[in-house]
């Protein structure tokens, strides 16, 4: 059932009109979502200009979503910024959801110069920067926003009570702070490794091969910790819902010959 109250800044008097998805849709997430009622339009909004843009607008998620064709809300597939050699140019490199590529001059002023340059030239070459992951601690903010709303997913599914299992529990406040308010620890370790190739192919029962934009599941340690797990585009991610530390994670790692808790049997 619908509670109204915000698992993240615990107000029940503030507008519920949105669904939440826990991994967002510019991630190509349309199965994993919260009901109404269940994140505030205050967080909502919040985390949606502050965390989730800064994250997904950035030039690791642009290249990433570019190359697989992951579309925004709006159904568009963000461009790639690139230079032309050897004419110094800023280009960009389009996508579109039925696979057809095109690039262009980034900027009005180098397009008569783009034009003269493929006239003129049989070819030329474009160089892609090489982007990094977003900064430790808005990406951490990013991981601790899903892990919560995963958790939440996952009480609602079993017919849970949100406020004995998450809303009220004191141990969740630290995260719940982190994550919306950036309260708290100066920095949120999490674990980070590549678990499989970005254009990883997985084959099903019937012989028929599919792609895995994002899976996540939620983790418990014998040391009674609660990890939430999640791989997008094959880049595993870990995150620890109780403290800033992840310890017990790297401990059961070991434990468990490295084998991720998205896949305890192997791949």
């Not at 050897?86 to 001059?105: C, E, F, N, W």
């Not at 030239?121 to 900064?135: A, H, N, Q």
């Not at 299992?165 to 490794?193: C, H, M, N, Q």
Request: aromatic share 12%; with cysteine.
């Amino acid at each position: 059932m619908t509670q109204y109250c915000c698992i993240f800044c615990k107000s029940d008097d503030r507008e519920f009109t949105s669904r939440e998805h826990v991994v967002p849709e510019s991630l190509g997430n349309s199965e994993h979502i919260l009901p109404r009622g269940i994140v505030c339009d205050w967080c909502n909004n919040y985390f949606a200009r502050k965390v989730e843009a800064p994250v997904l607008n950035s030039a690791f998620f642009t290249q990433a979503r570019n190359r697989t064709g992951i579309p925004n809300k709006r159904r568009n597939i963000p461009p790639i910024d690139v230079l032309s050699y050897p004419v110094a140019l800023h280009l960009q490199l389009a996508a579109s959801t039925g696979g057809d590529r095109s690039i262009y001059a980034a900027n009005d002023s180098d397009n008569d110069a783009f034009v003269d340059m493929i006239t003129k030239r049989k070819r030329f070459s474009v160089v892609f920067p090489v982007p990094k992951l977003p900064s430790g601690r808005l990406f951490a903010r990013f991981l601790a926003m899903m892990a919560l709303e995963a958790w939440a997913k996952t009480i609602l599914d079993a017919n849970g009570d949100l406020h004995g299992d998450l809303i009220d529990k004191p141990e969740l406040d630290e995260i719940r702070g982190f994550a919306r308010f950036g309260t708290g620890a100066d920095a949120w370790v999490y674990a980070s490794r590549r678990l499989y190739a970005e254009d990883h192919h997985f084959v099903d029962d019937d012989g028929s091969t599919f792609d895995v934009l994002h899976e996540y599941t939620l983790l418990y340690t014998d040391a009674n910790e609660l990890y939430f797990v999640i791989a997008i585009l094959g880049i595993e991610f870990a995150i620890n819902l109780g403290g800033p530390e992840i310890d017990g994670y790297n401990d059961w790692l070991k434990s468990n010959a490295g084998r991720s808790p998205l896949y305890p049997n192997g791949m």
